[in-house]
């Protein structure tokens, strides 16, 4: 196993027929030092003077199983900063400059509540994902058989109900004609 004491990720290179221009055992390790700094296949591959399209058929190879695990772990480590950027844009916000007659005067905080949303739902699923919908939770301190003393909502709508269903004032004055009731209204 080739180790290197800055390599994050051990692993093993794929054995290849050897070329001046190929990927040598050299070339993969410092291929997956790279992606693990940056993240990017692209840059990574830029960066030994390799092409992306390589790099994936590497990484198919029957025998590039070591170099494929590194390979998913070097990802891991680019989106785990990923991550870890997403969170600080969520906190904290991102400036937008603020221009008057052509000059930056100042600048505010957009935070992008989508992105927090989307966050708490990744992290925390049980509490905010989608099952945590369907899960009901008790509240503490809150006991459902409790009955509660005086419930303004129940009270207004025994109160409306009460109006709706009173019989109407009879006039005082009898030459005031009430209209008479549509049989055929209910």
Known sequence: MASSP??????????????HDGWTAERQIAFIEKLADCGSISAA????????????KLRRRPCGRAFRDAFDAALDVGYAELEE?????????????????????????????????????????????????????????FDD????????????AGQLDAIDF??????????ISWPEADPEEP
């Open 6 to 19: 800055k390599l994050p990720i051990p692993f093993e290179p794929v054995p290849v027929r050897p070329r």
């Open 45 to 56: 591959a830029r960066h030994v003077g390799m092409s992306r399209e390589s790099a994936r």
């Open 145 to 156: 058989d409790e009955q509660i003393p005086f419930d303004p909502e129940e009270e207004l």
């Open 85 to 141: 950027a997403a969170m600080e844009r969520s906190k904290k916000g991102v400036a937008r400059p603020v221009f008057y007659k052509g000059e930056q005067i100042g600048e505010w905080r957009h935070y992008d509540e989508r992105l927090t949303m989307f966050l708490l739902r990744f992290r925390r699923r049980h509490r905010f994902g989608p099952e945590a919908d369907s899960l009901p939770r008790p509240i503490p301190g």
């Open 166 to 175: 009173a019989p109407e004032p009879l006039p005082e004055d009898p030459e």
